[in-house]
């Protein structure tokens, strides 16, 4: 199906079930531990191995020899496969560093070797076993450092935040020059990892040249085409099979080396192996978050009205790697006729750095709502209503061009209402609750919506059920639920006659999980093939298509009703279909919307900042299931909390790499740091998006959190951090003194 | 993780025993810290003497008028204990602010004590470090530092002890019981059983090879508000930037011991004659001799901002 216009009535706005707080189908099979995650697929396969991965202990080098003999004389050992048995093997899609093969080490905990045994402990004996010779050449490893040689880049990836190296729109330079109000301002943001629960982790097979991998991953298209490519055989045959994934937030985009070498493993051990990444292993040898260094430029006159915008992010990665795009959402949100964007990209030897939740306008969001913050107070402007004044219905750098549907005033006008925004103080550092001063902050949320094609095939059987059959993935968001009511609502069925397979690579290639696009584009992808499958039970039944309705498990076109189930009568009926997109993602800006509001307290003495209160208003379209939503956008919320708060991936500028590479070391918010999150979705659709009328929400929620969560610190004491996590040490001296 | 032998000790003299007989062993407990390093390879002992089965599980009054605390008694059980609750609430203060409820329900008294630092890089077995590996160089120095210590530390080492157990005990002038592998018993007070890293970092306490803790025992109540005030970069399950445990008195007087700044609980008996003068004057004299570095540089503004916190909380 190619959706070319916009949505018109169909069967999903009779939201029967669609649209409803359902919950999730797949949380009985999560809450009692039936919902078996890649590493714990123990019957798939029998005679599994456990294989275990070491890490380069250098940041940047070669590796002259490798020295054997101890490891494999160890206990249990079946194989040993290093870097040095091979040629530098290829990447997969979208990677920069190189998983492994070759003398060459690139970033500290590259994969060196991976060592297969009988049991996992004796595996990872014998990893600490081998000897490798290391020449160690020095590295770059300080962004700051190297960020004044940095060269303008572009990101053409293609997977949402991509934008050329520079943008410039009427005259900037000119336009800010002559501003009343000015602001200009320089913000960072630390390298972040994903921090998911579950590693990554992989149980390969061979069956000769057939190679199967039950494995963690959130886009299993490009996995499937990844793998092939790196280890250089033809992609139809690989399997890959992921129907639960405990986290990924962007890790699990991508083929990683535990699958690399899960596999490698098993050719080598003449088994299948089992293997994860070990904890310490995933903030270096994985992707990351990478750094950025923010200059912002607004200049506006008297009355609030942006007449000068500019936002330079500067970022390093890998050779090859790519920019964050820090800098994309600058280019919507807000009015102002004369603009600058810029990303700089400096090469440097730490891990690679790549997609993590909102690429590009998470970290971007930290930093350009808070200068909006401070320029709201150098105009004696209310935080809300300066944003307000600077809303813009069409592309601001091509106003014939507008926005499909965009309503973050509303979001501002409801989230302040209904938050108390009203009852705040202007001045700063006015509110004190016992030790804590207390202070409430406003931003903006926006992430852009990504059409991208997406397939899935539906099989209706004698009993009424309908099976819907797509390699999208439910990466612990709700695709099992809503996929299960898109089906549901199409085919007039309950919700409990419906079966949903996700994750497997036999199956249709859906839009996967990843850019917030997962939600309308796969259930979009099953509408479409919905569609067909009603037409084959209509023609079946002998219906005249036009006037058929399925409701209630039956068919019914004027007095004649006939039973779903009787369509499959004579053997089950399949429909596979895709949606496609034609240009009304060109024509129209399609994004989504919100305001997050945060109140704060930090203590008077010890600067310890804990969130007292959140809450989010999103306008995104549809909502397709508001209880798993409202699940994505407050975790979204917390994921902001610790980006804002607490989260930063500590380089060592001299090693090379990310030393608190642990959950001790690095923090993530826990439950007591989250006490109060309120989330209110506005009624809207949006008809440009898909048949299913909605958007994203996963990573609308984090964008724009810690901004919020930084101008509460602002309001709460009058001292501005700019530089993020806002730990206690950044403000403690700027506190009043102590008795 | 290496292979090991294990055994199940019956008595306290047996088991010191073992673990002087055997070259590489080390006794086991809740095993919350022990296992882990053995994953990591930064402990690698060739036997485990398991003392579980010790019936060192008790906490008895002693005929002082304290508590006697078996090294066994598990962290949730001594935080809840009526008598500690009551008498020595900064301990129980202190244990509850410390790790995760399923963690305390396997940690011991003397495993607690026993804890070894969470410095980055001990815990890189790729790293130079000189607790780890005597000699090999300390990467913390001049790498990242912002957990480390700023107080009584060495060119060698400036990693933390990271128990809060431990400093509520420093503040309650608590003594740690022993018996050796010869079947003599002896007491060491706190202030004496972590050692300063000077230029030997991977010694960390007065215990010898084999010598086993029985109980560590609180002298009489000292009454007073007893406070455990734990500063970290989130609510909930993180070390301490720095702590402090306090005893403090109506007139103002009392004791401090302060966290998350040295190689032990560090505390300074003659400056706590001026608490009642405020938190600066205290710290001046605590922190006297920091060495911080650039990243832990805030650790000093911190320990006088939170001693100030918990005089005014006392005050409260
Ligand atoms: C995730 C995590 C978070 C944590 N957070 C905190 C925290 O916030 N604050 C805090 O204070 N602690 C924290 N801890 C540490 C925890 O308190 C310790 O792991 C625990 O107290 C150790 O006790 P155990 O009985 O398990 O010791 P074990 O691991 O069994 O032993 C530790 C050491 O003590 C030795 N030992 C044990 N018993 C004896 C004995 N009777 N005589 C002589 N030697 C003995 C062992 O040989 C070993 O060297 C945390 C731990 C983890 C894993
Ligand atoms: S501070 Fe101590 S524990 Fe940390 S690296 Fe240096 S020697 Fe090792």
Redesign the pocket.
């Known amino acids: 199906m190619r959706f070319d216009t916009p949505a018109t009535t169909n069967p999903i706005d009779q939201l029967k079930v669609v649209g409803r707080p359902t919950d999730r189908i797949d949380g009985r099979h999560k809450t009692t531990g039936t919902a078996p995650y890649a590493y714990e697929r123990h019957d798939v396969v029998p005679d599994q191995a456990y294989g275990f991965v070491l890490g380069a202990a250098i940041a940047k080098g070669r590796i002259a020899a490798m020295l054997l003999d101890e490891a494999k004389a160890a206990p249990g050992v079946l194989a040993i496969v290093t870097t040095l048995d091979m040629p530098r093997l290829e990447r997969g899609m979208m990677n920069a560093a190189y998983l492994f093969g070759g003398p060459v080490v690139q970033h500290y905990h590259q994969a060196v070797a991976v060592v297969v045994a009988e049991t996992f402990e004796q595996a990872r004996a014998a990893a600490y076993l081998i000897r490798v010779d290391y020449e160690p050449e020095a590295g770059k490893f300080d962004l700051a450092a190297e960020a004044s040689n940095a060269p303008l880049v572009g990101d053409d990836s293609g997977e949402g935040s991509s934008g050329p190296p520079e943008v410039r729109v009427g005259d900037f330079e000119g336009a800010f020059k002559a501003a009343e109000v000015k602001h200009d301002e320089s913000y960072t943001t630390p390298d972040e990892s994903h921090a998911m629960m579950e590693p990554h982790a992989t149980i390969a097979a061979w069956d000769g040249d057939q190679l199967t991998l039950w494995t963690s991953n959130q886009m299993i298209g490009w996995g499937k085409r990844s793998i092939a490519k790196i280890l250089g055989i033809p992609a139809q045959n690989v399997r890959l099979d992921s129907p639960y994934i405990g986290g990924g937030f962007g890790g699990k985009l991508f083929i990683r080396a535990d699958a690399v070498l899960a596999a490698l493993g098993a050719k080598a051990a003449q088994r299948p192996v089992k293997l994860a990444l070990t904890r310490p292993l995933i903030a270096n040898n994985t992707t990351h978050r990478p750094a950025t260094i923010q200059r912002i430029r607004i200049g506006a006159n008297r009355d609030g009205i942006i007449t000068a915008i500019a936002h330079e992010s500067t970022s390093g990665n890998l050779a090859d790697g790519k920019p964050e795009t820090a800098v994309s959402q600058t280019r919507l949100l807000y009015a102002g006729a004369n603009r600058l964007m810029a990303m700089r990209l400096a090469p440097l030897d730490l891990p690679e750095g790549n997609a993590m939740r909102a690429p590009g306008e998470a970290p971007g969001m930290m930093a350009l709502e808070v200068a909006m913050d401070e320029m709201a107070e150098k105009l004696g402007l209310d935080p809300v209503q300066f944003r307000i004044l600077n809303d813009t219905q069409v592309d601001p750098e091509n106003p014939n061009r507008r926005f499909s549907h965009r309503d973050l005033v509303g979001c501002l006008r409801l989230g302040a209402e209904r938050f108390g925004w009203d009852k705040r103080n202007a001045q700063p550092a006015q509110v004190r609750d016992g030790h804590w001063f207390v202070g409430m902050g406003v931003a903006a949320g926006f992430r852009n919506n990504l059409l991208t094609k997406s397939a899935a095939r539906v099989r209706l059987d004698g009993q009424g059920v309908v099976a819907v059959e797509t390699d999208m993935t439910d990466i612990g968001t709700g695709s099992y639920t809503i996929i299960a009511q898109t089906a549901a609502e199409m085919m007039g069925v309950a919700l409990d006659k419906v079966v949903v397979r996700l994750g497997d690579s036999s199956f249709p290639v859906a839009a996967g999980s990843g850019g917030q696009w997962g939600a309308n584009n796969s259930t979009a992808g099953v509408y479409a093939a919905c569609v067909k499958l009603r037409e084959a039970v209509v023609q079946r039944l002998g219906f005249n298509s036009a006037d058929a309705v399925f409701a209630d498990g039956a068919v019914r076109s004027g007095n004649r009703s006939v039973a779903l189930a009787e369509a499959a009568s004579a053997g089950e009926l399949v429909a596979e279909d895709f949606i496609e997109y034609g240009d009304l993602a060109k024509t129209h800006q399609q994004s989504t919307f919100a305001a997050h509001f945060v109140e704060v307290g930090v203590d008077a003495l010890t600067g310890e900042v804990r969130v007292r209160r959140m809450l989010a208003v999103c306008a995104a379209g549809r909502i397709l299931n508001p209880k798993s939503a409202r699940s994505q956008v407050i975790g979204a919320m917390t994921m902001g909390v610790g980006a804002a708060l607490m989260e930063e991936l500590a380089v060592d500028k001299r090693r090379g790499f990310f030393v608190n590479h642990d959950l ?1 070391g690095y923090e993530v918010p826990v439950h007591a740091d989250i006490p109060h999150q309120d989330v209110i979705f506005l009624d809207e659709v949006d008809p440009m998006s898909s048949p299913m009328k909605a958007k994203g929400v996963a990573e609308l929620g984090i964008c724009g959190v810690g901004a919020a969560v930084a101008n509460a610190v602002y309001h709460a004491t009058g001292i501005r951090v700019r530089d993020y996590p806002l730990t206690l040490d950044k403000l403690i001296g700027h506190l009043p003194e102590a008795v | 993780m290496r292979s090991f032998t294990y055994e199940r000790a019956k008595t306290a003299i047996e088991a010191a025993a073992a673990v002087a007989r055997t070259p590489g062993a ?11 390093l053995m994953k990591l390879q930064i ?1 690698t002992p060739t036997h485990l003497v398991d ?1 579980n089965g010790l019936k ?1 599980d008790t906490i008895e009054p002693t005929p002082e008028g304290g508590l006697r605390i078996g ?2 008694v598990r ?1 949730t059980d001594l935080a809840a204990d009526e008598r500690v609750r009551r008498d020595y609430a900064v301990l129980s203060r202190a244990l509850l ?4 409820g399923q ?2 329900n ?3 008294t ?7 630092t969470r410095c980055p890089y001990f815990y890189d077995t790729a790293q130079p470090c000189n607790k780890r590996q005597p000699g090999s160089g300390c990467s913390a120095l001049d790498g990242v530092s912002r957990q480390l210590g700023i107080v009584g530390v060495s060119d060698a080492c400036i990693a933390t002890n ?5 400093v509520a005990m420093r503040a309650l002038d608590a003594v740690v019981e ?1 018996v050796r592998p010869d079947g003599a018993g002896r007491t060491i007070s706190i202030a004496e059983f972590h050692r300063l890293p000077g230029d030997t970092p991977h010694l960390e306490t007065a ?1 010898e090879p084999g ?4 109980a560590v025992t609180l002298p009489p109540p000292v009454g007073g508000r007893q406070i455990y005030r734990k500063v970290r970069d989130r609510a909930s ?4 930037l720095v702590s402090v445990a306090a005893v403090i008195h109506q007139n103002g007087t009392g004791r401090v011991a302060v966290g998350g700044v040295a190689h032990k609980p560090w505390r300074i008996e003659a400056a706590e004659a001026d608490l009642p003068r405020g938190s600066k004057v205290v710290t001046e004299q605590l922190l006297a001799d920091a060495k911080p570095t650039h990243d832990n540089a805030f650790k000093r503004p911190l320990v006088e901002r939170t001693i100030g916190a918990v005089i005014s909380q006392a005050r409260s």
């Open positions: 001790a | 080390k006794f086991i407990a809740g095993g919350t810290n022990l296992l882990d402990e003392v060192l090294a066994l962290n602010a410390g790790a995760s963690l305390r396997r940690a011991t003397a495993g607690n004590l026993l804890q070894r990271p128990s809060d157990m431990a022993t215990l010598e086993l803790i029985t399950y993180a070390f301490a």
